[in-house]
C-alpha cells in the first residue's frame, strides 16, 4: 500500500510539474508574462548559461548541481550548458533543474559533431574536417538533422553548432579538424546544410566563432591569440560563412576571443567584447539581429585581462545576448549593475535582450515544456549514428594519389579462384594490437600484420623496411592514433616517419591515413595515398571497401596539404581512371601562357571566370580556376564550381545514351522516329532517319523559341495564366526560381516541334531539336526519365558527383556560377537553373540541354571513352562503337554521330577548329554558356573549358570567340605536352 501511495504522490508531482511548464498564450503574450515577473536581478540572470559539469585530467566527470540549483533558485538563470556525462544521468537533471526553475531554462550544448562528443555511451560522429570531404550536401543535411533529433530527444534547445571558422592554418591548435576546411565556399555550404538539418527539427543552431577563429596559432582557451588581418581580408575570407550563415537564417552565433586590431585596436580587448566588432559589426553592418553567445567566459582569452564579472559587464556592453559560462555570478551581476549606473549599459537594453531570450525559448518549445524520458534514452541516441557515419565515411575518404594498380586490391576469395594468391603485408603505425583495419587485411588478405608504435626507437626501421620489401607482394599501411592538433608533428616519432618515407615509394604499396589530413605533409612523395579523416571501425570498414574496390572514393580533399594535395583534390577510384600527374611529370612553366590567356580574356570582360583542366595519359597535368563567378568579384571560381554545360550535355548525356542502347541492339540508327516515338507518326517528322538526326542533316529546324507565346514581346513579362509564382499540382514544371509553367503547356511544346517544317535533306543544319527528339527516344526504350537513366547507367558507376540535372535538389546555390541575368521570359539572374529556355521548359531535364558538371568529372567521363568503354568492371559499351560515333561520318559537314569534330581541312585552315593542333581523331563538344569538352585519342588528351561567358547580359558577349581564348588555351596545352603539338 505504501508503494502505491508513493507512486501517486509522484506521479501527481509529475503532472503538476509539467502543468507549470504548459501554456496556451501565443509568443508576445507568454514573453510579456514571463517579463513582467522578472526582478532586476532576474533579468540579468536570464541573460546567463552555466556549465552543468567538466571532467578533470583523470577523466572523472564532475557534476555541479548544487552550484547550478543555487543559481536557479537565487539568481533564476537563462540556460545551462551540458558537458560530459552520462545522457541518462544529464537527462535526470534536465528535468530536476527545469521543474524547479521559474522561468524554463533554456538547455545548451556543445556538441558539434553529435552528443557523442559530450556523452558517454553516446557514440560520436565524424568531425567537420570529415564533412568538408564529402561532395554531396545533402548527407550534411541528414548528419545536421539527426544531430539535432539526439537534441530533442535529449531535451536539448541550443546547440552551439555549427563551425564555419575558415581552417586557412595548418597550425591552428584549437579549431583544425573542428572546421570543414579552407574553402570559404564549402564552408558556407556545408555550414548551412548542417544548420537548417538542426533547426529543421527544431533546434537552434549557432554559428562560431564570429568573426572567424581559422587563422590563429594560439589557444583562446589560455590566451588571446591576435589576427593581423586588413577589413578587406576579413571581408573577403573570414567574414563570407558568417554572411551566408545569417542570409539562410541561422538562429544564433557565438562570438569569438579574438584580438583584430582591424577590428578594434584597444588593447587586450577581445572580439567577444568589443563594441565594434559586436554592435557595429555585426549588427549593424551585417544586419544580423538572432541571438548571441559569447564564448566560453572562462577562457583566459578573456579572463586573463577581465577577472570577476568584468567581462560579463564588458560582454553586454559590446552588444552580446547571452553569456556563456561566465563563472562568478553575483560578481557578474554586480558589475553589470555597476555598468548601468555609469551609463555605459541602460535596462532598457537589458529588457530587449530578455525579450530576445523569453522568444527563443518560446520557439524552441520552452512555454510547453515536457519532462525527458529516459526510457531506451540511450538506445535513440545511437539510433542513426552508424548509417550517418557510413554514409559520410563512404563519401569522403579522399585518393590522392595512385601511381600504381593497387586498387582494387582483390580479396582472398576472389585472388584464388585465379589459382595466384599474392603475399600481403599490413603495417599498422601507432597501434600496439590488431584494430577493425588490421583484423579487415588479415580477414581479406591473409595479410601478415605488423605494428610499429610513436614510442619506439629506430633500431627497428632497418630491419623491418628491409622485410617488407623483399617478402611481399603489396604493403598496405595505416596510420592511426596520432594526435588530432599539430603540436609536435601530431604526436608521430621521427622513427615512424623515416619508416613510413622509406616504405611508400615501394611499388604496390598503399597508405591510408586515419586522421587529420594535415598529417599527410609529412608523405607528399607517397606513390598511393589515400586519406580517411577519422580511425573508427565504421571508417576502418569503408577504407577495406575502397582497396578492394567495392566503393568508389568520392571525396575531395578539405584543406590544402603540400602543394602536390591543394584542397580540392581528390580522385575516383575507379582505377584511378584521372589522377594528378606528380610534380616531377610536369613542367609548369610550359604552362605559364595559360595563366596570361585566361586572365586577359577575363580582363576583356570575355567571361567572369573560368575553369580548366588537361588530362594527359589519364594523369591531371593542368587543373586550374581562374576569375569570380560575376564581374563584381565576390565570389571566386574554384575547382569544384559546377557549371552549365549548355550543348554539352548533347554528348555527355544524350549521345553517351544513344551509344548505349545502340551497343545493345536496342537502338538501330537506320531506323526512323517513327520506329521508336509513336506520337510522331502522321507528321512530317516520323519518316526522319536516326542517324540523320545525329548528323544535324534531318532537316529539322535549329531552334523554336518556345517562351515567345508565353510572354507580351513588348515588355518580356509572362502573359497571365502560363505561370505560377509558386508549385502547384496544375504549375509543377519549374523554370526558375519562383516561376512555375503550367503542365499543359508542355503538350502544346511538342505540337510546336511536330508542326514545323522540315527543310530539304542532306542538309547541315545545327538543331537543338534534334537532340530533344533523341532524348525523348531515350527515354521511350528505356523506360525512365533521361536523367534517372544517365545516372543509372554512366554517372552512378563513374562515381561522378557533380554531373547531372537539376542540380539545385542536390547542391546549394553557391556552388554553381550564374549564367544570364535574363530580362525577359525570366527576368531575373539564372543561377542553378538552366540558361537554355526550352531546356528550362522541359523542367529542367532534356536532350539538348541541362546538364550541370564540374571540369573532374567529365574528365573521368572522358577517360572512359579513351579507355575503350570498360571502367572498373563495368561494361559501358564496345571499342567499336566508341569509334563509330566518334569518326567523321557525314559528307557535308564535319560532325561524327553525335559528336563535334575539328574542321576537316584543319591542317590548312585559316581559322582551325577547335584548334590547331587538335588531330583528326579528336572529338567532343561546345556549349552555349562558354564551355567545350574535347578529346583527342591520338595524344590520349582531354580538354576541358568551363565558363560562364553568358553572365551577366547573355549571348550578345561574343568575346571568348572574338578572342580565340578557348582555341589558343588548347593549343597552349598541346604545345605543353606534345612536341610541338605534333
Known amino acids: 500500500m505504501k508503494k502505491i501511495l508513493t507512486a501517486i504522490v509522484i506521479c501527481c508531482i509529475s503532472l503538476s510539474t509539467i502543468a507549470q511548464h504548459i501554456s496556451e498564450l501565443d509568443e508576445q503574450a507568454w514573453v510579456d508574462s514571463v517579463f513582467a515577473t522578472l526582478s532586476n536581478d532576474e533579468k540579468l540572470g536570464q541573460l546567463m548559461v552555466v556549465r552543468l559539469s567538466s571532467i578533470g585530467s583523470d577523466r572523472k566527470v564532475t557534476f555541479y548541481d548544487e552550484a547550478v540549483s543555487e543559481a536557479i533558485n537565487k539568481y533564476n538563470i537563462g540556460g545551462i550548458c551540458l558537458f560530459q556525462g552520462g545522457p541518462v544521468t544529464q537527462a535526470e537533471y534536465i528535468n530536476r533543474f527545469q521543474a524547479m526553475a521559474r522561468t524554463p531554462l533554456l538547455i545548451c550544448i556543445d556538441a558539434e559533431n553529435g552528443l557523442g562528443m559530450r556523452m558517454d555511451s553516446v557514440a560520436g560522429l565524424p568531425r567537420q574536417m570529415m564533412m568538408g570531404a564529402v561532395q554531396d550536401p545533402q548527407l550534411i543535411y541528414a548528419y545536421g538533422r539527426w544531430v539535432g533529433e539526439q537534441c530533442k530527444r535529449a531535451g536539448i534547445q541550443v546547440n552551439y553548432a555549427p563551425v564555419v571558422d575558415i581552417n586557412n592554418n595548418p597550425n591552428n591548435p584549437v579549431i583544425n579538424d573542428r572546421s570543414f576546411g579552407e574553402n570559404k565556399y564549402k564552408v558556407a555550404e556545408h555550414g548551412i546544410m548542417y544548420m537548417k538539418g538542426m533547426q529543421d527539427v527544431g533546434v537552434m543552431a549557432c554559428a562560431k566563432h564570429f568573426p572567424g577563429h581559422g587563422d590563429v596559432a594560439v589557444d583562446s582557451h589560455y590566451d588571446l591569440p591576435v589576427i593581423n588581418k586588413t577589413r578587406e581580408q576579413l571581408d573577403s575570407l573570414e567574414l563570407y560563412p558568417f554572411r551566408e550563415m545569417f542570409k539562410a537564417g541561422v538562429g544564433s552565433v557565438m562570438i569569438a576571443h579574438l584580438f583584430i586590431p582591424a577590428i578594434d585596436n584597444t588593447a587586450n580587448r577581445a572580439t567577444s567584447l568589443s563594441y565594434n566588432n559586436v554592435t557595429k559589426l555585426l549588427r549593424e553592418e551585417l544586419g544580423y539581429q538572432g541571438l548571441t553567445f559569447t564564448d566560453a567566459l572562462e577562457m583566459q582569452g578573456v579572463k586573463k585581462f577581465f577577472p570577476d564579472g568584468e567581462a560579463s559587464a564588458e560582454s553586454l556592453i559590446a552588444g552580446n545576448d547571452m553569456l556563456c559560462l561566465p563563472g562568478d555570478i553575483p560578481a557578474s551581476i554586480e558589475e553589470i549593475k555597476k555598468a548601468i549606473r555609469r551609463k555605459k549599459l541602460s535596462w532598457e537594453q537589458v529588457d530587449e535582450r530578455v525579450k530576445k531570450v523569453l522568444q527563443a525559448k518560446y520557439r524552441h518549445g520552452l512555454s510547453r515544456w515536457r519532462p525527458v524520458n529516459t526510457h531506451n534514452l540511450v538506445r535513440d541516441l545511437n539510433a542513426q549514428t552508424p548509417d550517418i557515419t557510413k554514409s559520410i565515411a563512404e563519401n569522403a575518404i579522399t585518393a590522392l594519389r595512385l601511381d600504381d594498380p593497387v586498387i582494387p586490391l582483390l580479396p582472398l576469395r576472389d585472388i584464388t579462384k585465379t589459382g595466384k594468391e599474392p603475399k600481403v603485408a599490413y603495417i599498422g603505425f601507432g597501434i600496439n594490437n590488431d584494430n577493425a583495419f588490421a583484423r579487415l587485411m588479415r580477414g581479406n588478405y591473409n595479410a601478415d600484420v605488423f605494428y610499429f608504435s610513436y614510442k619506439e626507437d629506430a633500431s627497428r626501421v632497418t630491419t623491418l623496411a628491409a622485410l617488407l620489401e623483399t617478402r611481399y607482394d603489396a604493403i598496405v599501411i595505416g596510420i592511426h592514433h596520432y594526435n588530432r592538433f599539430p603540436a609536435g608533428n601530431f604526436g608521430i616519432s621521427t622513427p615512424a616517419i623515416q619508416l613510413l ?121 593542368f587543373h586550374k580556376a581562374y576569375g569570380y563567378y560575376t564581374y563584381d568579384s565576390t565570389e571566386r571560381v574554384n575547382l569544384e564550381s559546377i557549371y552549365d554545360l549548355a550543348s554539352v550535355t548533347k554528348i555527355c548525356a544524350t549521345t553517351l545514351s544513344v551509344m548505349k542502347l545502340y551497343d545493345q541492339g536496342k537502338l538501330d540508327l537506320n531506323k526512323t522516329l517513327g520506329d521508336y516515338l509513336p506520337w510522331v507518326k502522321g507528321t512530317n517528322k516520323q519518316n526522319l532517319k536516326i542517324d540523320d538526326i545525329l548528323l544535324h542533316q534531318a532537316g529539322l529546324k535549329a531552334f523554336i523559341p518556345f517562351y515567345r507565346e508565353t510572354i507580351d514581346m513588348a515588355t518580356g513579362v509572362p502573359l497571365a495564366g502560363f505561370y505560377n509564382t509558386a508549385q502547384t499540382p496544375q504549375y509543377h514544371i519549374k523554370v526558375a526560381d519562383t516561376m512555375y509553367m503550367r503542365n499543359s503547356w508542355e503538350d502544346t511544346i511538342y505540337k510546336r516541334i511536330l508542326e514545323s517544317p522540315v527543310g530539304p535533306p542532306n542538309k547541315y543544319i545545327y538543331s537543338d531539336n534534334d537532340f530533344i527528339f533523341l532524348g ?46 535574363e530580362q525577359i521570359f525570366r527576368r531575373q539572374l539564372l543561377r542553378g537553373t538552366v540558361h537554355d529556355p526550352g531546356a528550362a521548359m522541359f523542367g529542367g531535364v532534356a536532350g539538348h540541354a541541362g546538364l550541370f558538371s564540374d571540369a573532374y568529372d567529365l574528365a573521368v567521363m572522358m577517360q572512359m571513352l579513351l579507355e575503350g568503354g570498360k571502367f572498373n568492371g563495368y561494361y559501358f559499351f564496345s571499342p567499336e562503337t566508341i569509334k ?99
Open 884 to 982: 563509330l560515333f566518334t569518326a567523321y561520318s557525314s559528307k557535308i559537314s564535319r560532325r561524327a554521330l553525335g559528336f563535334d569534330k575539328p574542321e576537316k581541312d584543319n591542317a590548312i585552315s585559316k581559322e582551325p577548329y577547335p584548334c590547331r593542333y587538335a588531330s583528326p581523331l579528336t572529338f567532343g563538344h561546345t556549349g552555349y554558356t562558354g564551355t567545350c569538352v574535347w578529346v583527342d585519342p591520338k595524344h590520349n588528351l582531354t580538354f576541358i573549358f568551363l565558363s560562364n561567358r553568358v553572365n551577366p547580359e547573355g549571348g550578345t558577349n561574343v568575346k571568348l570567340y572574338r578572342l580565340n581564348t578557348r582555341t589558343n588555351i588548347q593549343d597552349a596545352i598541346y604545345k605543353a605536352v606534345t612536341e610541338n603539338g605534333k
Open 776 to 821: 525523348k527516344i531515350v527515354e521511350a526504350i528505356s523506360g525512365m526519365p533521361l536523367n534517372e537513366y544517365v545516372y543509372r547507367e554512366f554517372y552512378r558507376k563513374l562515381g561522378l558527383t557533380t554531373t547531372g540535372f537539376l542540380p539545385l535538389q542536390k547542391f546549394p546555390e553557391q556552388r554553381i556560377p550564374p549564367t544570364e541575368h
Open 501 to 621: 618515407q622509406h616504405l611508400q615509394p615501394l611499388k604496390k604499396t598503399i597508405s591510408f591515413v586515419f586522421g587529420n589530413p594535415y598529417i599527410i605533409k609529412n608523405f607528399c612523395d607517397a606513390k598511393n595515398m589515400i586519406a580517411c579523416y577519422e580511425d573508427d571501425a565504421i571508417t576502418h570498414q569503408a577504407a577495406a571497401d575502397v582497396l578492394k574496390g567495392a566503393i568508389i572514393t568520392k571525396g575531395k580533399l578539405p584543406v590544402t596539404v603540400c602543394d602536390a594535395f591543394p584542397s580540392g583534390t581528390g580522385i575516383s577510384t575507379v582505377t584511378a581512371p584521372v589522377s594528378y600527374a606528380n610534380g616531377v611529370d610536369i613542367n609548369a612553366a610550359k604552362f605559364k601562357i595559360i595563366d596570361s590567356l585566361a586572365t586577359e580574356a577575363i580582363r576583356q570582360h570575355a567571361a567572369p571566370g573560368m575553369a580548366i583542366m588537361a588530362v594527359k595519359d589519364g594523369k591531371i597535368v
